[in-house]
């Protein structure tokens, strides 16, 4: 019975300790891919290995993907891209702002200027975007989107001095569940090594 005990919390602190390396290893990946990408600037171009995310804010392409997404977007020239694709895309060179819409026309040296432009629309709009894009404002396509995933990016992002501390209560626990694992394994270390010494010893 004690045997069986004793594994049963061995397997727990091991349990314990795998959850706590995943999760030290998952954090510190996020910090250091989210400085590489983001601390520096807000250039549209930075990306890792040639991708960026976005938050979704509208539900413009409706039912590809909705409010609170994340699209992964692949960094391309207009020389890649074609009618169909779904890109992402300044809609005015004073803003920050980005919009994801399917493309609906592309038109090669539009008025002779060389430039290649995109026509746009989103899937649940009735009309087209009514601006063309071209080619310098378009920052890639969309290679897939996770559902939801950009709520809990951008809830971070906008709370970081709430999510801190959290983190930091998180690794907090999971220090203690090892300690707690770790005393009781080593009682019990203990208690088998004075069930063995008093076998041991004769009786008078």
């Given at each position: 019975?004690?045997?069986?005990?004793?594994?049963?919390?061995?397997?727990?602190?091991?349990?314990?300790?795998?959850?706590?390396?995943?999760?030290?290893?998952?954090?510190a990946?996020?910090?250091?891919?989210g400085?590489?990408?983001?601390?520096?600037?807000?250039?549209?171009?930075?990306?890792?290995?040639?991708?960026?995310y976005?938050?979704?804010?509208?539900?413009?392409?409706?039912?590809?993907?909705?409010?609170?997404?994340?699209?992964?977007?692949?960094?391309k020239?207009?020389?890649?891209?074609?009618?169909?694709?779904?890109?992402?895309?300044?809609?005015?060179?004073?803003?920050?702002?980005?919009?994801?819409?399917?493309?609906?026309?592309?038109?090669?040296?539009y008025?002779?200027?060389?430039?290649?432009?995109?026509?746009?629309?989103?899937?649940?709009?009735?009309?087209?975007?009514?601006?063309?894009?071209?080619e310098?404002?378009?920052?890639?396509?969309?290679?897939?989107?996770?559902?939801?995933?950009?709520?809990?990016?951008?809830?971070?992002?906008?709370?970081?001095?709430?999510?801190?501390?959290?983190?930091?209560?998180?690794?907090?626990?999971f220090h203690?569940?090892?300690?707690?694992?770790?005393?009781?394994?080593?009682?019990?270390?203990?208690?088998?090594?004075?069930?063995?010494?008093?076998?041991?010893?004769?009786?008078?």
């Amino acid at each position: 019975m004690d045997s069986v005990k004793g594994e049963t919390e061995s397997t727990g602190y091991k349990i314990v300790e795998i959850l706590r390396t995943i999760f030290v290893y998952l954090l510190a990946a996020g910090i250091i891919l989210g400085a590489i990408l983001f601390a520096a600037d807000r250039s549209p171009t930075k990306s890792f290995f040639g991708f960026r995310y976005y938050t979704v804010l509208t539900d413009s392409m409706k039912p590809e993907f909705i409010t609170g997404d994340m699209v992964i977007v692949r960094l391309k020239n207009a020389d890649s891209i074609n009618v169909g694709d779904i890109i992402t895309f300044n809609p005015s060179s004073g803003s920050e702002a980005y919009l994801t819409h399917r493309v609906t026309q592309k038109i090669d040296d539009y008025e002779g200027s060389g430039i290649t432009c995109f026509r746009t629309k989103g899937d649940a709009n009735n009309t087209e975007d009514s601006f063309l894009i071209d080619e310098e404002r378009v920052i890639g396509t969309v290679e897939f989107h996770i559902p939801k995933l950009g709520t809990v990016v951008r809830f971070i992002q906008l709370r970081w001095y709430f999510i801190v501390p959290l983190l930091l209560l998180i690794v907090l626990f999971f220090h203690l569940l090892k300690i707690y694992f770790s005393n009781d394994e080593e009682a019990e270390k203990q208690t088998d090594v004075s069930s063995a010494l008093e076998e041991e010893t004769p009786s008078k």
